[in-house]
């Protein structure tokens, strides 16, 4: 499928599905589309992941696009100031933190993962209940500010602020440790603890938190 990033300042990209593709995008996304578009709610994988995908704050359904006929277009956004960065899927697997998940095309499977460990899920800002995108297709990943993909050897690490990991491969291996003390949490702003991403696989960095990680900051 042709797709374009565009924009600066908040992006949105151009999708032209022919006659028969299907786009799987976050609720609200939709900006513009031509007329043999046609879309509905639905939920990936049915109604045994619906509680999963209400406690992971991702929404219970995702937006399911489809051409009815050959070149169509359908422009997407996230709504917020930021960048779009593509993540090919090759037989492998993305994990989205919330709010990063834009759009998936392709032979996927979208579901909800639980964190592997409950330290990470409650003070690193991913959350305990994650989505997951596998299969072969390409997932839009959207993150706040400005983006950086980074490739993490075996065993190397990287410390991350709360919110500022906006996806990361299903290798990863993540926790928290800690890096401050109080008077660090309350004048530095940094909190007690950063997320530690172990790889090897692919991380993907924002550079704005997102506001909901702000204000419980």
């Keep these: ?27 609200g996304s939709l900006v513009s589309y031509s007329k043999g578009i046609s879309w509905k709610l639905a939920i990936p994988g049915g109604l045994s992941g619906a509680v999963r995908r209400s406690l992971s704050g991702e929404g ?12 169509q277009e359908v422009k997407l956004s996230a709504n917020s100031p930021g960048h779009i960065i593509p993540w090919t899927l090759e ?4 994990i989205t933190t919330r709010g990063s998940f834009l759009a998936a095309w392709g032979e996927v499977d979208i579901s909800v ?7 990470a899920a409650f003070f690193g800002g991913a959350g305990l209940f994650l989505q997951r995108i596998q299969g072969t297709g390409t997932v839009l990943v959207h993150g706040h ?40 949490f309350f004048f530095a702003g940094e909190g007690l603890f950063m997320t530690r991403v172990s790889g090897p696989g692919k991380v993907i960095l924002q550079s704005l938190k997102p506001m909901s990680v702000v204000k419980a900051g």
């Design 145 to 184: 500010g400005d983006l950086e993909e980074r490739m993490l050897k075996p065993g190397e690490q990287l410390l991350v602020s709360t919110g500022n990991l906006a996806a990361f491969g299903a290798d990863i291996d993540y926790d928290i440790e800690a890096v401050g003390s109080v008077r660090k």
């Design 60 to 71: 219970i359904s995702l937006t399911q696009i489809s051409a009815t006929a050959p070149q």
């Design 1 to 27: 499928m042709d797709y374009h990033i565009k924009g600066t300042i908040a992006q949105y990209v151009s999708l032209g599905p022919d006659r028969g593709e299907t786009i799987w995008a976050s609720n």
């Design 113 to 119: 993962t639980v964190a592997r460990r409950a330290g």
């Design 91 to 94: 037989n492998s697997a993305v």
